[in-house]
């Protein structure tokens, strides 16, 4: 999740193109919507690639789940991600829940190596997909959720997104917390072209489930719908179409979420992972 610097306050229809940040839920869409989601699940072939099950044992888990960043141990914050088959020290699993720890360290470990390149201060964990997300005439509407325990601590940064194989962006942050009780639900078209939806959610330290809905509205574009707890909260429209997305659960520290981060160790659980989508041919 990249790191947002300055954006325009804008209320806009959710069709457009034009970058928007809303600070307030939009207004929901008739009743239907989910129904109609329902409905397109039941019409097509539809395929479930990954559920909990890959929470149920380190081997389950290997088979769907690269450990770190697609790109390696270092992002945009001050936490190196660990973690392997054979150290799960800040990656670990126990009755069906993962969970990702950042750790204060005390050395000098150097800074990312990653745009900003700040120092690191923290020892955390990232993981990634096997298989990636791609709407494209094969498989036109995915479904992306989990439910997760996060924290809010001032220079935490917790984050279930989406990121392009290929390129950044496209990128579709489904949960994403600052250091405090707000969600972030992003659509990064480009660097400046984004689309923002920001929810307080109530004690963010319980379970919460955090869903996109991803389907093709065009040869180009889709709409991404966001919920937290089964709730509507925006449709962001993008270029999306055949681009392949990473899927990644990730604790990054400080950066966006300020600094300076907690001195003692800071979790992020989740479970009940779900990734399905419908298959034309």
């Not at 044992?57 to 088979?63: C, I, P, T």
């Not at 964990?125 to 001032?154: I, M, R, S, Y």
Request: hydrophobic share 35%.
């Amino acid at each position: 999740m990249k790191t947002l610097i300055a954006f325009v306050f804008i209320i806009t229809a959710p069709t457009l193109f034009a970058c928007r940040k809303q600070t307030t839920p939009e207004q929901s869409p008739r009743l239907s919507l989910v129904a109609q989601q329902q409905a397109v699940a039941a019409a097509a072939t539809w395929e479930t690639v990954i559920d909990n099950s890959t929470f149920a044992s380190y081997s389950a888990f290997e088979a769907a789940w690269n450990y770190l960043y697609p790109w390696g141990s270092d992002h945009n914050g001050t936490a190196r991600m660990y973690g392997s088959s054979t150290d799960h020290n800040h990656i670990y699993l126990n009755n069906g829940v993962l969970t990702i720890k950042a750790t204060r360290i005390t050395w000098d470990e150097g800074n990312s190596s990653s745009d900003p390149h700040l120092p690191i201060r923290y020892h955390s964990g990232a993981v990634n997909t096997k298989l990636h997300v791609e709407v494209n005439d094969q498989f036109p509407n995915w479904e992306v959720k989990c439910d997760f325990q996060v924290p809010t601590v001032k220079g935490s940064w917790p984050a279930f997104w989406l990121t392009g194989v290929n390129s950044w962006p496209p990128e579709s942050d489904i949960m994403e917390f600052k250091g405090d009780a707000t969600n972030w639900q992003n659509t990064f078209r480009t660097s400046s072209d984004v689309s923002s939806t920001l929810t307080t959610v109530s004690s963010p330290g319980s379970w919460h489930t955090y869903r996109a809905w991803i389907t093709k509205v065009s040869a180009t574009n889709v709409d991404i719908h966001y919920y937290i707890d089964g709730v509507w909260k925006a449709v962001h429209n993008a270029n999306f179409v055949g681009k392949p997305l990473y899927v990644i659960i990730n604790m990054q520290m400080e950066g966006s979420s300020g600094s300076p981060g907690p001195t003692t160790d800071t979790y992020l659980n989740a479970r009940n992972i779900y990734i399905g989508r419908t298959r034309e041919y």
